[in-house]
């Protein structure tokens, strides 16, 4: 009966490093082919999709990642493999408003206002794939992030019908992305219990033309 119950209690321990990995390994494999870090190859899309982060660190520094995700968007704009840019963010409080944030940016390095649309309710990395392909109207697009958001984004988006590729922003190396990459890990394991319980977005809203 001991031996039995110490058994039991192993695997009870041991499920959530297992789920962790096969969520990990899972969303990387679906994922290897489609991410690019080269401009110059990158096939086109009409629509850049971004994904929202504040941009400012809780010490008042500019968060890398933000910094990032801007150069990446007009890297891929100027080189004519976007048409379009979609931010999609989150807007939860007039104090707080990552696509206005980012659109400000992007006009400050040349990219025309009239080409960048915003998705004020993209709360959630599932929200903002699921309202690109069923409130903007999109097929394809190509996400503008960290590897690592890029590969979750791409699962997500095609287990919803979004034919999706990524750009991948830098990254932080060593401790300086250690505290994002490890919370990835649980958002991986948060990807297939939302798949699961088929969670939707918080908003759908009107449909939006992207022309």
Same mark, same amino acid.
């Given at each position: 009966?001991?031996?039995?119950?110490?058994?039991?209690?192993?695997?009870?321990?041991?499920?959530?490093?297992?789920?962790?990995?096969?969520?990990? /390994?899972?969303?990387?494999?679906?994922?290897?082919?489609?991410?690019?870090?080269?401009?110059?190859?990158?096939?086109?899309?009409?629509?850049?999709?971004?994904?929202?982060?504040?941009?400012?660190?809780?010490?008042?520094?500019?968060?890398?990642?933000?910094?990032?995700?801007?150069?990446?968007?007009?890297?891929?704009?100027?080189?004519?493999?976007?048409?379009?840019?979609?931010?999609?963010?989150?807007?939860?409080?007039?104090?707080?408003?990552?696509?206005?944030?980012?659109?400000?940016?992007?006009?400050?390095?040349?990219?025309?206002?009239?080409?960048?649309?915003?998705?004020?309710?993209?709360?959630?990395?599932?929200?903002?794939?699921?309202?690109?392909?069923?409130?903007?109207?999109?097929?394809?697009?190509?996400?503008?992030?960290?590897?690592?958001?890029?590969?979750? /984004?791409?699962?997500?988006?095609?287990?919803?019908?979004?034919?999706?590729?990524?750009?991948?922003?830098?990254?932080?190396?060593?401790?300086?992305?250690?505290?994002?990459?490890?919370?990835?890990?649980?958002?991986?394991?948060?990807?297939?219990?939302?798949?699961?319980?088929?969670?939707?977005?918080?908003?759908?809203?009107?449909?939006?033309?992207?022309?």
């Amino acid at each position: 009966m001991k031996k039995k119950l110490i058994i039991i209690i192993s695997i009870l321990v041991l499920l959530p490093f297992l789920a962790i990995f096969c969520s990990n /390994a899972i969303i990387k494999n679906a994922a290897s082919k489609k991410n690019y870090n080269d401009v110059t190859v990158i096939p086109h899309n009409k629509v850049g999709l971004v994904l929202g982060t504040t941009n400012k660190l809780v010490n008042g520094s500019p968060n890398p990642y933000y910094v990032h995700r801007i150069n990446a968007t007009v890297a891929l704009y100027n080189a004519k493999k976007i048409d379009f840019i979609l931010v999609s963010g989150d807007n939860g409080s007039k104090y707080y408003n990552e696509p206005d944030t980012f659109k400000r940016a992007l006009v400050k390095e040349g990219i025309p206002a009239d080409k960048i649309f915003l998705d004020y309710a993209g709360f959630r990395t599932l929200d903002s794939m699921v309202r690109a392909h069923l409130v903007f109207g999109l097929d394809r697009v190509t996400v503008i992030s960290q590897q690592f958001h890029n590969e979750r /984004a791409i699962y997500l988006a095609e287990k919803k019908g979004l034919k999706a590729i990524g750009f991948n922003a830098i990254d932080l190396e060593g401790k300086a992305g250690l505290k994002v990459q490890t919370r990835e890990y649980l958002a991986r394991v948060k990807v297939f219990v939302d798949l699961l319980l088929n969670t939707e977005p918080k908003f759908y809203g009107d449909k939006i033309i992207i022309e």
